[in-house]
């Protein structure tokens, strides 16, 4: 079965990157968002990021009016019929992927493959809210979608080898350089991201250095581009605190737990860019 279609399921931060490299892959693409504004926020987001590339002179202004023309925005799950892959992009919360990989389910055609696009949550066991095992799989794309070249594939258990190599060529036709990773709490990626944002924010909450500090260190020191702290800003303190509890429950390692001062934070609702308030106030700029 090859792919000409490619359903995204939310058009917040996540989606509506996925929805653009695959339309500029060549795909027709269902984006849809369970509320319509953002759905055309996503669609809006993707038109200015599209510009951006064409100023840069990565792409033709011709090529991005065709890849803008070949998304369709909806809000309903039935619009994802004539897809032969659908992403999920939701919120980082294992119930809410599976009640939408099992609404999925039961529209799509029964060769379509089913893709999260999750961050350490068990491909395995998203399947299992599936009639289709072996067409569920992991496509986790990094932030920001269309200037990171990264896409772990997560195979969980019962995964076939003909999804792995379908989701393989469709990620290599998006741009994107796909590394096979098995199915273990936080994968590859963030299994080793998260402890490190952890032990930078450990370093304020115990007084060891403010975060701009913390920052500069592992920017001059270690040659990272962005800091830990400003990346965790950028990821979403919330997320990043949904990915440590389910490395910590996952493992049972208490190398894994969350600090306190993270928790702290998303409770009074400073997630960090998305809200304008995390580690840095960008509502100053």
Request: hydrophobic letters at 45%; proline letters at 4%.
């Amino acid at each position: 079965m090859g792919v000409e279609t490619v359903g995204v399921v939310g058009a917040g931060q996540m989606g509506s990157g996925i929805a653009h490299v695959a339309a500029l892959g060549g795909f027709r693409v269902v984006l849809t968002d369970a509320n319509p504004h953002t759905a055309e926020r996503g669609r809006e987001s993707i038109a200015r990021n599209l510009k951006r590339q064409q100023d840069k002179g990565l792409i033709s202004a011709g090529v991005g009016q065709e890849a803008l023309a070949r998304i369709s925005l909806g809000t309903d799950v039935s619009q994802f019929a004539s897809c032969q892959l659908v992403i999920e992009a939701v919120v980082e919360r294992e119930d809410v992927k599976a009640a939408v990989f099992r609404e999925l389910d039961g529209v799509v055609s029964e060769g379509a493959v089913l893709a999260s696009n999750t961050s350490s949550i068990s491909i395995t066991r998203l399947a299992v809210a599936t009639g289709r095992p072996d067409r569920v799989i992991g496509m986790h794309f990094m932030n920001p979608v269309p200037m990171m070249e990264l896409v772990e594939v997560i195979r969980g258990m019962a995964t076939s080898r003909e999804t792995f190599a379908l989701v393989e060529s469709v990620a290599r036709r998006m741009g994107k350089k796909p590394v096979e990773v098995n199915d273990f709490p936080g994968f590859v990626s963030n299994r080793v991201l998260m402890p490190m944002i952890n032990e930078a924010i450990f370093a304020v909450y115990e007084g060891v250095a403010s975060a701009e500090a913390v920052d500069e260190v592992m920017k001059l020191g270690m040659r990272h581009p962005m800091g830990p702290l400003a990346l965790a800003d950028l990821i979403g303190l919330d997320t990043c605190l949904a990915i440590l509890r389910v490395l910590h429950e996952g493992f049972g390692d208490p190398k894994y737990r969350p600090c306190p001062l993270l928790v702290k934070m998303v409770d009074a609702g400073w997630l960090g860019r998305k809200s304008g308030r995390g580690f840095y106030n960008y509502n100053e700029g």
